[in-house]
């Protein structure tokens, strides 16, 4: 993909269209003096083949229910497998509208009304109302942090999912918002414990592609094939 070298040159004033990030709604009243970083989403133009490819699409002029292309999948399979060593069936590809709503309906599939959902805060706020939201129990498991470098707690996390109540664990991987791009033997532990404790995890990874790469990110999904 060819992105302009001044693409990250230009600033571009957001309250143009009302944008959640600096929307008075979320900043109060006296935006103009904050800088917005409480929703993750860009400051910066897409790049000229994605505006190009979506203009396109809008030139037809007509936005009917569409079938995905079989590109969309070859695409994620090849993505996941050279960018990131995990090799992925088709077959085990679900659609979802967003990840807010794949967490939703993991939650409503395979939890019920007045089960425990555990997080580890701090941790992205949606994973809050998304709980509640389906009448689930918040369980929470602090993350530790010591010497300015976080950690999860996997003994509490293990006395949190010998609890038959508590169903589910919700990841951040890597979390948001302290930044830890969690490594492999972490989620390892994380697997063993919640295996053994017939605890499901369901893993955000919606940050998975933007890591130092020094700090290369592991799908949770993965750590059964390593
Ligand atoms: C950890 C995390 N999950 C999910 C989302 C939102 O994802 P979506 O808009 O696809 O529901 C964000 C956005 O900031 C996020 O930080």
């Known amino acids: 993909m060819l992105i302009p070298e001044n693409l990250f040159d230009e600033n571009i004033h957001r309250t143009v269209v009302p944008a959640l990030k600096t929307h008075p709604k979320v900043l109060g009243g006296s935006s103009e003096n904050l800088f917005a970083a409480g929703v993750a989403d860009m400051d910066f133009k897409a790049p ?3 505006l190009h490819a979506m ?3 809008l030139n037809h002029g007509v936005f009917g229910y569409e079938a995905l292309p079989d590109e969309l999948f070859c695409a994620l399979i090849r993505w996941f497998d050279h960018r990131h060593r995990w090799k992925i069936e088709e077959e085990i590809i679900l659609k979802a509208p967003n990840v807010l709503n794949g967490l939703a309906t993991a939650a409503q599939s395979f939890t019920d009304q007045g089960d425990g959902i555990i997080v580890q805060p701090p941790v992205f706020f949606d994973f809050y109302d998304i709980i509640k939201e389906n009448n689930r129990r918040l369980v929470t498991n602090p993350l ?3 010497d300015g470098f976080y ?3 996997l003994e509490g996390l293990d006395r949190l999912t010998q609890d038959p109540k508590n169903k589910m664990l919700f990841l951040c991987n890597p979390h ?3 930044g830890r791009v969690w490594g492999k033997s972490e989620l390892m532990a994380v697997g063993d414990v919640c295996e053994r404790n017939g605890v499901i995890v369901v893993s955000d990874e919606i940050h998975g592609d933007i890591t130092f790469p020094s700090h290369p990110y592991t799908p949770f999904g993965s750590m059964g094939d390593r």
Do not use: A, H, S
């Open 144 to 146: 530790l942090l010591k």
């Open 176 to 178: 948001n918002p302290i």
């Open 48 to 50: 000229p083949c994605v």
């Open 55 to 57: 203009q396109e699409r």
């Open 151 to 153: 950690k999860m707690d």
